[in-house]
């Protein structure tokens, strides 16, 4: 097709390509034969395009196009990027030296701007203003509001209109004090920028634009300008383009205008940038802005266009949908009142063939059927395949199950910053020098892939696995000085080796950022961290595409910090690097499958393929959830002239309606999400309702669906049967702690993983204080002060000595420490008064063994006393509710008598006699209410449950030997989950596949035991 030479030198010449023609392909079939002569032919054409990504598309659909024998050899077109600034994409090369435009100052560099700004804000605000990183992030909020009016044109002096500040003045009480701080903000920047001689990126953007278009008006080019794609509606790029369609050789090409739109309904869409009277607000509270076709009738309207003047681009590209498909695309996106249609429509008008409605269970299950679609659409020659998708963790998924087939999307979105290996190891050292090395990122740092990588790595890893079990448990206090103490625990008393040499090389690297002040100058604590990486890393931290990219994004911020005078609190640097890092992305410098493209919604507008999966299609994804200006009120923005938030609706539901027009597609969502379940979109909503449900049933996509749940079955694990480990006799020859008979006779098997396999649960990295950790601080304070000579009113300061050496958890310090010292004082009353009874301590945390049939049974007791009538009490300190005499009675809490045994048998040292009390004193609370209480699990006077004191030591023999008898000197089996009705530990519930085979408890019948041996 020619575009034809107009009657009249300003009639602009507008045209719009319908979604199933495909925009690509479609424009590239029509500009060949104008502009391919025997010369330069398509060199001479200038294209201006959205962003990079349409480019790429552009010069693909040019590469397609010259597959055709007679046009092989072209000269590709120049193209030029000068639209969405969503995308964020540079000007381009072709409009900054049109006319040497030397009186436009030049563009403020926006990292410089982002940190001023903070500055700024401290000072119109004073002592009210955010600190740290969160004045940086309010910074970069009114850095975006700044472009957002600039972008449209809006001058600051706008913003002190009388009919402005009339509506700041009815608003609500919030919005008033941010309008009022944002002004100040502003005013103090505009007049930086006087003084610097410099504009704010859009106000330069637009300067070029205005003056592009200025000098084309007067003096149009000798080479042919074709403006495509371009749908962002600023008022200066659309000034541009009614010049540009006004030009003898230029033309505009919009996207999926819809020309068949009843008038009716295109009146519906509102006013659309043109206020109904003079002063009014551009945009009324009745517009559209959620139809997909409202943000071209707001750029038709500021270019002065009618829809009328528009004319059909009557070229398809070679993978065209059927015509009827962009009839039923129009009917659905109708406004609310026009949808009413629906139920008349004829079903020629609705029908929406190979389109495909495929509702999965979950994300996993949506990604495997995505992953499956993609897979099957590349088993035939030449076929393309796009997932479009906002949600970025749906895309790393399909990413993943592509790989099992060797499949490399091409995913052009790439990854934020903070998610690669370099842009990671950056926020670590951050948060290490600013929380004081905590255990958490001190550990995922020093254990970084890109640590020591190579041959050190190994020797590197195994002292890092040394400080990780060290440090398991609760919090240390900050600093090196805590840690160089644990460590040198750990060595005793053998002098410096191999575990103190390597951590004296860590505290080299990693000790200076501990030493940083409190507040720094960003380019200083720049210089420290990446000092430490390298110190860590060497080249390697900057190398590849993320390397580069974290590099070139240190040295603008240093450079911008610098020039800035920026400080910042050390403990803010990592916030505050995330803040900043998370806008850029890492994209790899070659792509992946030549027919698999993954796109985001933006980027995916011009794109074509065979088949086009739109995925996540769910409410706050697609569309996304409408985010307000924090700073400005909609009613404002609303009559400055200003798109609300609802805005992006409009623009994610033509981005639908862009895909809506391939060939083939699939409209996948989930009913759920990662935690609950979720609603579809809005979007797909409105196509069940427009199909009908006959219809609706009949573009259903299950064969994906079934074959992704098949491949979950066929790689599921079968169910595993209930453990029943039969280690050989000498495997069984394993002593018996005090502690763990219960264990062996309610759970075998988890004292068959503690004593026999030696496996042990260990606590988390910074967790909270566990039972373990809080029984160890009890006893090691009433140790403490019985050893002390068990001094009345000492006991409370013990307990403050202990907890802040052992550093306490916050959580402890704050929920644990009070109910603590209470349940102590309780403690110290009693033991106070049992003295003047003649009650006395003779021994605490002492250690002791006998043996039984040949095994050896151990352990410590809390504390053993002499009372007065020289019998022996066993005490064992609980810091929750003590056992009941149930659980002793029916030998499932033996350790009192376990102690008993060994007492009387002369295996503690310095202890003599014939132990008859056995007592538990809990430190939880009592039914009193007050923390502190002693029971004795003997069945006498009027107790239920329990052991008869006479009986206490030979039942619990009986107990003990039974067990010895069949699991250590016998052949039972050590069956996991004996008694499931004895609560216990479950330390091993993971390995011994709980959930697996716990079912089966119910009476069903249970997969085939299995034996395993260790």
């Given at each position: 097709m020619s575009i034809p030479t107009p009657q009249k030198a300003r009639q602009p010449k507008v045209y719009s390509i319908p979604a199933h023609h495909g925009f690509a392909d479609a424009l590239v079939a029509g500009l060949v034969p104008r502009y391919s002569d025997p010369d330069l032919g398509l060199a001479r054409l200038t294209l201006l395009l959205p962003s990079q990504r349409a480019a790429r598309t552009i010069t693909e659909a040019f590469v397609r196009a010259g597959t055709d024998a007679a046009h092989k050899g072209m000269l590709l077109p120049r193209m030029v990027v000068v639209g969405d600034l969503d995308l964020d994409e540079a000007l381009g090369s072709l409009l900054d030296p049109v006319g040497a435009a030397e009186h436009l100052p030049p563009a403020v560099d926006k990292t410089r701007r982002w940190l001023r700004l903070a500055e700024i804000i401290g000072m119109v605000e004073g002592e009210a203003a955010p600190k740290g990183a969160a004045r940086l992030r309010r910074a970069a909020e009114v850095a975006a509001t700044i472009d957002r009016l600039a972008v449209e044109g809006i001058a600051p002096d706008h913003l002190l209109a009388d009919p402005v500040v009339a509506l700041v003045g009815d608003q609500a009480e919030h919005w008033r004090q941010s309008t009022l701080a944002f002004l100040k903000i502003q005013t103090h920047w505009r007049a930086e920028l006087e003084v610097r001689g410099e504009v704010d990126p859009p106000v330069r953007r637009n300067g070029l634009f205005d003056h592009a278009a200025a000098i084309w008006r007067d003096n149009p080019p000798p080479f042919p300008i074709v403006a495509a794609g371009v749908t962002s509606a600023s008022p200066s790029l659309a000034r541009l383009l009614r010049v540009v369609s006004e030009m003898p050789q230029g033309a505009v090409v919009l996207p999926d205008l819809d020309l068949t739109l009843d008038d009716e309904v295109w009146d519906e869409l509102?006013?659309?940038g043109v206020a109904d009277a003079a002063g009014g607000a551009p945009f009324g509270r009745e517009d559209a802005p959620t139809h997909p076709q409202y943000h071209l009738k707001l750029l038709l309207n500021r270019m002065s266009v009618a829809r009328g003047e528009v004319a059909p681009w009557h070229r398809a590209g070679p993978s065209a949908a059927p015509p009827e498909r962009s009839r039923a695309i129009s009917n659905l996106f109708l406004p609310p009142r026009a949808s009413a249609r629906w139920v008349d429509l004829p079903e020629r008008q609705r029908r929406m063939s190979a389109v495909r409605l495929m509702e999965s269970e979950h994300p996993g299950h949506e990604a495997q059927a995505i992953a499956i679609l993609i897979r099957e659409a590349l088993e035939q020659p030449e076929r393309r395949v796009a997932l479009v998708t906002p949600n970025r963790g749906l895309a790393a998924r399909v990413v993943a199950h592509l790989q099992r087939w060797g499949i490399q999307a091409d995913d052009t979105a790439g990854r934020a910053l903070p998610q690669t290996a370099p842009g990671r190891l950056l926020l670590l050292l951050?948060?290490?020098?600013?929380?004081?090395?905590?255990?958490?990122?001190?550990?995922?740092?020093?254990?970084?892939?890109?640590?020591?990588?190579?041959?050190?790595?190994?020797?590197?890893?195994?002292?890092?696995?040394?400080?990780?079990?060290a440090l398991r448990g609760p919090r240390p206090a900050a600093g090196m000085e805590p840690i160089r103490a644990l460590i040198a625990r750990i060595e005793g008393k053998s002098g410096p080796a191999q575990f103190s040499a390597w951590w004296a090389e860590v505290e080299t690297i990693v000790g200076p950022l501990l030493a940083l002040p409190e507040d720094a100058p960003l380019a200083d604590l720049l210089d420290a961290i990446i000092a430490a990486g390298e110190a860590l890393c060497g080249e390697d931290l900057w190398n590849e595409a993320a390397g580069r990219s974290l590099a070139g994004f240190v040295d603008d911020l240093r450079l911008g910090a610098l020039a800035e005078g920026t400080v910042l609190p050390r403990r803010d640097l990592a916030a505050a690097l995330r803040l900043a890092m998370d806008g850029v992305a890492v994209r790899p410098p070659w792509g992946g499958h030549p027919r698999v493209a993954i796109y985001g919604l933006l980027e995916a507008r011009m794109t074509r393929s065979d088949l086009v999966i739109c995925g996540g299609l769910t409410?706050?994804?697609?569309?996304?959830?409408?985010?307000?200006?924090?700073?400005?009120?909609?009613?404002?923005?609303?009559?400055?002239?200003?798109?609300?938030?609802?805005?992006?609706?409009?623009?994610?539901?033509h981005d639908l309606a862009g895909c809506?027009?391939?060939?083939?597609?699939?409209l996948s969502w989930a009913r759920r999400d990662e935690g609950s379940p979720v609603i579809p979109s809005r979007f797909v909503l409105r196509v069940q309702a427009m199909l009908?449900?006959?219809?609706?049933?009949k573009h259903r996509?299950?064969?994906?669906?079934?074959?992704?749940?098949?491949?979950?079955?066929?790689?599921?694990?079968p169910p595993h049967p209930r453990p029943q480990p039969m280690p050989d006799a000498q495997q069984r020859l394993v002593d018996i702690p005090v502690t763990a008979l219960d264990r062996?006779?309610?759970?075998?098997?988890?004292?068959?993983?503690?004593?026999?396999?030696?496996?042990?649960?260990?606590?988390?990295l910074d967790g909270p204080p566990s039972a373990a950790w809080r029984g160890t601080a009890v006893h090691e304070i009433l140790d403490i002060w019985h050893k002390a000579g068990a001094r009345q009113g000492q006991l409370i300061p013990t307990a403050h000595q202990v907890l802040d050496k052992m550093s306490a958890h916050p959580l402890a310090r704050s929920l644990w420490r009070p109910r603590l010292l209470a349940a102590l004082e309780w403690v110290e009353a009693e033991i106070v008064k049992q003295r003047a009874e003649g009650r006395k301590v003779l021994a605490t945390e002492v250690r002791g063994d006998m043996h039984i049939d040949g095994i050896r049974i151990h352990g410590r007791a809390d504390r053993i006393d002499m009372m007065p009538d020289d019998s022996l009490a066993v005490v064992d300190y609980k810091t929750g509710t003590p056992p009941s005499g149930k659980m002793v009675q029916e030998g499932f809490a033996l350790q009192l008598g376990l102690i008993g045994m060994i007492a009387q048998s002369g295996g503690f040292d310095d202890v003599a006699g014939d132990p008859r009390h056995f007592e538990y004193w809990s430190l939880a609370r009592s039914k009193e209410g007050t923390f502190g209480f002693s029971q004795e699990p003997v069945l006498e006077g009027r107790k239920k449950s329990g052991i008869p004191r006479d009986e206490f030591l030979e039942k619990t023999q009986d107990f003990l030997c039974e067990a010895i008898a069949k699991y250590l000197l016998g052949s039972e089996p050590f069956t996991a989950l004996l008694r499931p009705?004895?609560?216990?530990?479950?330390?091993?519930?993971?390995?011994?596949?709980?959930?697996?085979?716990?079912?089966?408890l119910g009476g069903e019948e249970a997969p085939e035991a299995e034996d395993e041996n260790a």
């Open positions: 509102g006013r659309a951050a948060e290490v020098a600013g929380e004081g090395a905590p255990p958490v990122p001190l550990v995922a740092l020093l254990g970084h892939p890109l640590v020591r990588r190579g041959e050190p790595r190994r020797a590197w890893l195994e002292q890092l696995r040394r400080l990780d079990l409410e706050g994804n697609w569309p996304g959830s409408p985010s307000p200006d924090p700073l400005l009120p909609p009613a404002v923005l609303r009559h400055l002239g200003v798109p609300g938030a609802e805005f992006r609706i409009g623009l994610a539901a809506l027009g391939a060939p083939e597609v699939v009908g449900e006959e219809l609706a049933r996509e299950e064969t994906a669906l079934v074959l992704a749940r098949d491949i979950d079955v066929a790689n599921a694990v062996l006779r309610a759970d075998p098997y988890q004292f068959y993983a503690q004593a026999i396999l030696g496996l042990r649960k260990l606590d988390l009705d004895i609560k216990g530990y479950n330390d091993y519930d993971q390995l011994m596949r709980l959930d697996e085979w716990i079912g089966w």
